[in-house]
């Protein structure tokens, strides 16, 4: 257990890190842990989120990323038994801080789940529930102005101009997935969080969200968990690796993938165990 | 030990899943798959059956409630029986009796008439009161109304009393010599052969037949007149006079064998001799019975009516669902979606499970005790009974609710909670409307329950024979079943038809109430 908070502070030190210190650090949690129960699901994870840069969380299944992603918008609140312990601050301010409502905080991160849940509404008040609820326009035209940039945004606007009000759920997979990114967007959060969001994806479907993180980049931040190795290297610029609830070693992606630091990121990515 | 096995079969080659030995298991699945297909049609096919035969039992005994016999009686509504300035006032028993005369003229002494008053309806003066004052029956003149008739009549006219009847023409020419209230019949040999063959009477001094009560009867019709056997012989045959027909017409001479002997039934020959004579010339009319749908309780059978215990279960239904939906779902959402797990709700959740459970006339006494008795409310008013129903149907209610909001999907809540919504918003706005189909399916079956409920009723004292129709939440009232429950208990026949409209009208008020839940959950049934 020791050897590994050690190795997790000379992740912090690496020099990829300071390569790039002129981003500024849209998230920063420290020593955060998690406990399902009595199990300890994450152990002490330092890792920094840098703005309108997207954020691969990768390691083989169970080791946590999903946990940690939910520790970003608070939704382990919702589970019984889960536990937080450790900082994280968004902007400078921790999201455990009573200054920090939870709402305000999911309107400010939002999520995408790695099973597309739209709810069962038509395509419009799918988009225009979240601007509906945090009073985001007082208009009818705003609110039709933001969901028609929501979609183009998650560029779904094509697919479904004429059929806003045919319901979400009768959408194809990957159009359901992009219409959960349009709802997310619609709220005009700043950070994404997607788990896994092309695991229910095929390949074509899957390219289209993949061209759609990146371009959404340039306005918000974006961290996402994912199992393909081709994936992270595509859409990311910054990789973390997990494993076994500790978070082995975070890197820029372009090195994670040509000379990781660590022996296990090494194995994992080469695909010998996963 | 794998080679074993795999050689069990004996035939080389052949591997575990084709040899003898699995032909015969895979035969002996499908043999109990079988059975247990046919077991279950069997099941089902006998629940059928069952059902069949108790929907129909009912609804034979039903039918005749649902229509009356009604006698068109001429009356006189003129300035002289009715003052236009004060209809209220009349004599309407009297109107109606001098109607009766009227129809039947040859009735003169008084036990007849008394008898002949007896055909209609008791409370005929108070329906003709009632319709001429509201104005549903013309004023200042002669007119013809329909009045019900008692019950025994109506049941003999609907064929339910008396119904054995033998109808022979007399052949020959049988003359009939009449002399004061009696005739002499001769020349009618058929007469005394219908006697003999049925054994009735008793052997005579003079060696012909003497018929009593006790015997079938026999009514020799003429064109003018019916007479009834006393005694028979070969020479002659004497008879009294029963009834004397008015507009007398031709018509050839007929014996009727009435089988059931006078002291068996509840209808005596007098009044089978001119209901016959009254129905022959029209003056009898079957009708749907609007005073059996449309009027309150009555000890008098033609007149009781279903309506009242109808608005009765109506308002104490209205009472029951308004307090037991929104507490029911309030507290399923309280303890599905906010409620920390810990000790104390789960003791709730066992003591709510229990409830359930308890017997509903416990109910009943706890209404008694905590209603009536502590907060004073009315005695056998709906909003008292729709109380205690509600008491009854929240345990219901509530753990359907809360199965319902369980198996809402989790992504549903994640995908609302991971914009922002807060938890009251997620619940209300996606959870509850997708959990609204199985919580109204919990609910109509509570309602259901709550419709069909007796015994807590009973105890707060629902059974109280009302005869107004309730006017509101505190009127006293009765509802369906209690209805049907006193009705049942009554010893006159045609309450026994009473009791099975009353059950069919409360399996109406069922379906009804089940096609409303059927309507409004697809309003609310989406896919997901
Ligand atoms: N709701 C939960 N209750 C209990 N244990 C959980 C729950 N969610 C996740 N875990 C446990 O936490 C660990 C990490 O899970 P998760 O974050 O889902 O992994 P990943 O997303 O990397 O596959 C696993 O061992 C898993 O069993
Ligand atoms: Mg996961």
Redesign the interface.
């Given at each position: 257990m020791l050897d590994m908070s050690i190795a997790n502070l000379d992740v912090a030190a690496t020099p990829a890190d300071t390569e790039t210190s002129a981003q500024t650090v849209k998230i920063s949690s420290r020593e955060v842990d998690v406990f399902y129960g009595d199990k300890q699901a994450l152990f002490s994870i330092n890792l920094d989120v840098r703005e309108n840069m997207v954020t691969a969380l990768i390691g083989p299944s169970g080791c946590g990323k999903s946990t940690f992603l939910r520790c970003l918008?608070r939704?382990n609140d919702?589970i019984?038994i889960c536990r937080v312990s450790g900082e994280i601050r968004l902007d400078g301010v921790d999201i455990h801080d009573p200054q920090i409502d939870v709402?305000?905080?999911?309107?400010r991160v939002?999520?995408?789940?790695q099973?597309p849940?739209?709810?069962?509404?038509s395509i419009y008040d799918n988009v225009a529930?979240?601007a509906r609820?945090?009073g985001l326009a007082r208009t009818k035209p705003e609110l039709d102005e933001i969901v028609e940039t929501s979609l183009q945004k998650a560029g779904l606007l094509g697919e479904v101009r004429d059929r806003l009000d045919e319901?979400g759920?009768?959408l194809s997979g990957g159009q359901q997935q992009r219409l959960?990114i349009a709802?997310?967007i619609?709220?005009s959060p700043e950070v994404i969080l997607m788990d896994e969001p092309c695991s229910a994806l095929d390949p074509i479907a899957t390219a289209k969200v993949e061209e759609l993180i990146s371009e959404l980049r340039t306005n918000y931040t974006i961290v996402i968990v994912t199992h393909s190795m081709q994936q992270a290297a595509r859409v990311s610029q910054r990789t973390a690796m997990f494993h076994l609830g500790i978070l082995v070693e975070v890197n820029d992606t372009d090195r994670m993938f040509t000379n990781p630091d660590d022996e296990r990121t090494r194995d994992y990515i080469t695909g010998r165990y996963g | 030990m794998t080679d074993t096995v795999l050689n069990s079969g004996g035939i080389p080659g052949r591997s575990v899943h084709t040899n003898d030995g699995a032909r015969g298991r895979l035969a002996r699945r499908y043999t109990a798959e079988r059975r247990f297909k046919w077991l279950g049609a069997g099941a089902v096919a006998v629940a059928i059956l069952l059902l069949g035969v108790l929907l129909s039992t009912i609804v034979v005994q039903a039918v005749p409630a649902f229509r009356a016999n009604y006698l068109l009686l001429p009356v006189d509504l003129s300035e002289k029986n009715v003052d236009s300035a004060r209809p209220e006032n009349a004599d309407y028993d009297a109107i109606v009796r001098d109607g009766l005369y009227r129809l039947l003229p040859g009735v003169t002494s008084r036990s007849e008439k008394r008898a002949l008053r007896g055909i209609v309806s008791s409370a005929s003066g108070f329906l003709l009161q009632r319709d001429v004052v509201a104005g549903s029956t013309l004023r200042g003149g002669a007119t013809t109304v329909g009045i019900p008739l008692d019950d025994f009549a109506d049941l003999y006219m609907k064929g339910l009393l008396a119904e054995k009847q033998t109808v022979i023409e007399l052949a020959g020419a049988p003359s009939i010599a009449v002399d004061g209230g009696m005739a002499l019949i001769t020349n009618a040999p058929q007469i005394l052969d219908a006697i003999t063959a049925r054994g009735a009477g008793r052997a005579g001094d003079d060696g012909g037949i003497r018929l009593s009560v006790k015997d079938p009867s026999f009514l020799v019709e003429t064109g003018r007149l019916v007479l009834k056997i006393k005694t028979a012989s070969a020479a002659r045959t004497d008879a009294t006079i029963l009834h004397t027909v008015p507009m007398a017409g031709s018509k050839a001479t007929q014996l009727r064998i009435v089988e059931t002997p006078e002291s068996q039934r509840k209808i005596s020959d007098q009044e089978v001799a001119w209901l016959n004579d009254l129905q022959n010339r029209g003056a009898i009319e079957s009708r749907w019975s609007e005073l059996f749908l449309f009027s309150g309780a009555s000890r008098e059978p033609e007149i009781a009516g279903i309506w009242g215990a109808v608005v009765g279960s109506l308002l104490t239904l209205i009472v029951t669902l308004a307090l037991a939906f929104p507490v029911g779902v309030g507290a399923a959402v309280y303890l599905e979606e906010f409620a920390?797990?810990n000790r104390w709700t789960q003791l709730i959740e066992v003591n709510i499970n229990n409830l359930a459970a308890v017997p509903s006339i416990v109910f009943g006494l706890l209404g008694l005790a905590v209603f009536l008795n502590w907060f004073n409310l009315p005695r056998s008013a709906p909003v008292v009974g729709g109380f205690v129903l509600a008491l009854m149907t929240l345990p219901t209610i509530i753990i359907a609710a809360r199965a319902s909001l369980r198996a809402v999907?989790l992504?549903?809540?994640?995908?609302?909670?991971?914009?922002?919504?807060?938890r009251a918003?997620t619940v209300l706005?996606?959870v509850l409307p997708?959990a609204m189909p199985g919580i109204m399916t919990g609910t109509i079956i509570g309602m259901a329950q709550a419709l069909g409920e007796t015994a807590p009723l009973l105890m707060i004292g629902m059974v109280a024979f009302i005869v107004d129709i309730p006017g509101g939440f505190t009127d006293p009232a009765t509802v369906l079943p209690v209805q049907i429950f006193m009705w049942a208990d009554f010893p006159e026949p045609a309450f026994r038809h009473k009791t099975a409209g009353a059950i069919l009208v409360l399996l109406a008020f069922l379906v009804l109430m089940n096609a409303l839940a059927v309507i409004l959950r697809r309003r609310f049934e989406?896919?997901?």
């Open positions: 918008n939704m919702t019984d709402v305000e905080l999911r309107a939002g999520m995408v789940f099973k849940n739209p709810f069962p509404k529930y979240g609820i945090h319901p759920t009768g959960c709802r997310a619609a709220v | 920390p797990k999907p992504s549903v809540r994640e995908a609302a909670l991971g914009i922002g919504a807060s918003q706005h996606h997708l989406r896919r997901w």
